[in-house]
Every structure is written in C-alpha cells, then in structure tokens.
C-alpha cells in the first residue's frame, strides 16, 4: 500500500492517490517528465500514474519545502530544481505535470506549451473563460497538448470499467446520468488559497467539472446546456468566499442529461472522504458506481451495480482494471494522437463548469 493509499489518506482525501500497479507501454528513458507546482495531493496520482505507465521522473519543482517534503518520501530519486524554467530549458523533458493553485495552472500550462512540452495538469483546469480562450488558442499555435486529469474518472477503476461496458453497448443508449460528488472539508488542514474564490473559482468550476467530464464521457455528448445551477455556502460563515454546496442540471445537445451535486459534508463517520456515486440509465439497462466505498459493509470499493435485460449484477472493479489513461496518454504524447482523451473534450468538461459557475453565481447575486 502506497504511502497515498491508506486509511488515513483515504479519509481524510487531501493528499489521496490510489495504489498504481505498473504498467508500462514505453521502454525505460523513452518518456522523460516533470513534476512541479505541488500545491494539491492529487499530483502524487499523476506523478505515480505516469510512472507505473513506464514514464521517467527526471524533475522535481517547487518553492515550499512543506509541500516539497512529502514528495521526495515518495519519490527519492527525483532532481530537485531551483526554477520552473530549468524544466522547460530541458529538451529531454516531453511533458510537465502539475497541481498548482488553480487560478495560476492556465499561466503555467500556457509557459509549458510555449517551451514545446505537453501538460498534464489537475482539474479544474481555468478558473475563468478568459483563460480557457487563451489555452484553446495556444494549443493550436503550438500544436502540444493541455490535457486534464480528470481523476474522478481516469484513477478510479470502476468509472473506467463503467466507460468500456457503455461503449461495448450493454445499457444501450444512455439517457440519463446523476452523480453525487460529496467530499470532506477538513478545513483546519487545507491551504488559504482553498477559501479564496478569486485562487480555486468556485465549486462548480472547481469539484463539478470531474462530473461534466463523466457525463461527456458516458453519453457521447460533445456540448450540453446548462438548465440550472446553484451556489451555497449553507454552513461556514467563518469562510465566507468558500461555496460548500453546489448543483447543476444539464442536457446535451442530443438529448441526454444529467444532474450534478458537489458538496463540503462528507460526515466524519464515514470511512473515505466522499462516498462518490453515479447512477446511469439507458434504455437497455441501468447501472450504479459505488466509487470509494460500500457504506457499512467491509469490502473492495470500486463496485459496479449492473441490470439488463437478463440479469443483476456486481462486478468488483478493484485490483482487476487499472489506469490505462496514463498508458494511452503518454503514446498519445509520443504519436499525437488523441486516443486517452480529445483535446476538445477535456476543454468542453471545463468550459461547460465554467458557464454553470457563472449561471450560478448570477443567480444568487
């Protein structure tokens, strides 16, 4: 069990990554990359996925030792640089992963396509259209890649399986998409910047564009409307730029839709920092992910909950899947193709939160 991966981690939520086991679609030196701007936990799953996917760890960048600390315990043999512009000066280096301040990881994606490198950064991508605009552009002038790990999805191995029996065909046409985000605040432990609207864009921007990414991917929809969206803060008025609940409604423009929650109040009994759910309904069947865990039985999580026309069933999806994004991702990088993820599609999952956010936020102005 990874130092990422444990109960603690698993409840708690901040610093989280699953246990990656290898596999690797490169030989060894053939994909060299970088790690820097640490700022949220989800960097150890993208550092470790692009690792186990046959990746090299050549660098290391990141000003605060705080947070710089944890990483060299989990990955000793890295170069630790003293500048951002050391990895981009490095022609070995194809691709830059990061977890900035989310507000900065546009500036910072824009800097590395400039250098001639590919970027991975965590969701949410932008926090503003204006960045979006600018980061669509500069992929086409540069022609690399500004790609998003959208980790509620590509490091979770029942949403992935989920994705390939909808493809295979088995719930038909899917119809209908509702997922629940819930997460655990822990809030004497998070950053400033995470109550600061102008640093992390507000939760819909922020936490939901995981789930429009999910509802892209599940229904086949290239673009939605947004036919509601919502902001609260229900119970933190000591954070008051922080949005603890958010929801969404939407329809994609050939007829699916879905309903989206977000929100800060994962209780502290449970087990996980958010007992994530995805209830799918197509016209041959229904489908129901149990992400993180199955509340009060012991258990793998990664469950899928399974009904056609013939049969129930309960596919445990733990140990058995695993993360073929990075894999895909990395020979995408090496051919330029686009087989892990468009580029239209992980900008459409950002875009579509974006609008959502500000629907909301005029609507409680």
Not at 169 to 190: E, M, N, Y
Not at 204 to 222: N, R, Y
Not at 345 to 361: G, M, P, R, T, V
């Amino acid at each position: 069990m990874s130092s990422a991966d444990t109960p603690k981690a698993r409840k708690e939520g901040l610093n989280y990554a699953p246990e990656i086991k290898a596999q690797a679609v490169v030989e060894s030196g053939e994909f060299v990359f970088a790690s820097a701007f640490l700022n949220h936990g989800h960097i150890f799953g993208q550092t470790e996925g692009l690792k186990a996917a046959g990746g090299i760890l050549k660098y290391v960048y990141e000003s605060d030792s705080a947070l710089l600390g944890p990483f060299l315990e989990k990955f000793p043999e890295v170069q630790v640089v003293d500048s951002y512009d050391q990895i981009l000066d490095d022609p070995e280096v194809k691709l830059v992963t990061t977890a900035a301040i989310p507000n900065e990881r546009c500036p910072i994606g824009l800097r590395t396509l400039d250098a001639g490198k590919d970027y991975l950064t965590d969701k949410a991508p932008f926090t503003t259209l204006e960045q979006l605009a600018t980061a669509r552009a500069k992929v086409v002038e540069t022609g690399f890649k500004y790609m998003v790990c959208y980790s509620e999805r590509l490091l979770n191995e029942c949403t992935w399986r989920a994705g390939e029996l909808i493809a295979e065909g088995v719930l038909g046409r899917v119809l209908h998409v509702t997922i629940a985000g819930p997460h655990r605040l822990s809030k004497d432990q998070r950053p400033d910047w995470f109550f600061r609207k102008e640093q992390y864009g507000g939760i819909i921007t922020d936490i939901m564009s995981h789930q429009f990414e999910q509802f892209l991917h599940f229904t086949g929809e290239s673009d939605a409307t947004i036919n509601f969206a919502r902001i609260e803060n229900f119970a933190n008025p000591d954070k008051p730029e922080l949005e603890d609940f958010g929801e969404v409604s939407l329809t994609g423009a050939n007829g699916a839709s879905a309903y989206c929650r977000a929100d800060w109040f994962t209780p502290d009994g449970l087990r996980a920092w958010g007992d994530g759910r995805v209830f799918i309904v197509g016209t041959k069947g229904t489908m129901e992910l149990r992400k993180y865990l199955d509340v009060a039985r012991d258990g793998p999580p990664d469950k899928i909950f399974l009904v056609d026309g013939e049969a129930e069933l309960e596919i445990d999806c733990a140990g058995k899947v695993g993360f073929p994004f990075f894999g895909q991702f990395i020979l995408d990088c090496l051919h330029r193709t686009e087989n892990a993820m468009t580029q239209e599609h992980a900008f459409k999952a950002a875009e579509l939160s974006l609008q959502a956010q500000k629907i909301a936020e005029e609507a409680s102005a």
